[in-house]
Nanobody, 124 residues
Framework: VQLQASGGGLVQAGGSLRLACAAS????????MGWFRQAPGKEREFVST????????RYADFVKGRFIISRDNAKNTVYLQMNSLKPEDTAVYYC??????????????????WGQGTKVTVSS
């Protein structure tokens, strides 16, 4: 499984960005997909996940009400719509795939494949 993240960039506080993660190889519709982020000097942290059927979605508290995760199984792509961005959202954002048997939804260790990351910078 290969994951390619895109959509990062520089945006002013209050702005929006839409990240995309395209998957190739394997059966995308069967994967739980997650987004994590890592700010300079900090640990990689969970942002959001959407499970294989799209019905189960989880968000970290710090993005609830601002970010929306979605997936298009026909395009083998998961998205992260990021609204009302704050300077503290500045980080490299990574997408990840959780293949069966599924792991912990919000743990880095629960995911089997990772994309290369896309950098998001939010200016104040």
């Amino acid at each position: 499984v290969q994951l390619q993240a895109s959509g990062g960039g520089l945006v002013q506080a209050g702005g929006s960005l839409r990240l995309a993660c395209a998957a190739s190889g394997g059966t995308f519709s069967g994967y739980g997909m997650g987004w994590f982020r890592q700010a300079p000097g900090k640990e990689r942290e969970f942002v959001s996940t959407i499970r294989s059927n799209g019905a189960a979605i989880r968000y970290a508290d710090f993005v609830k009400g601002r970010f929306i995760i979605s997936r298009d199984n026909a395009k083998n792509t998961v998205y992260l719509q990021m609204n009302s961005l704050k300077p503290e959202d500045t980080a490299v954002y990574y997408c990840a795939a959780d293949t069966p048997p599924y792991g912990s939804w919000s743990s880095r260790n629960g995911y089997d494949y990772w994309g290369q990351g896309t950098k998001v910078t939010v200016s104040s």
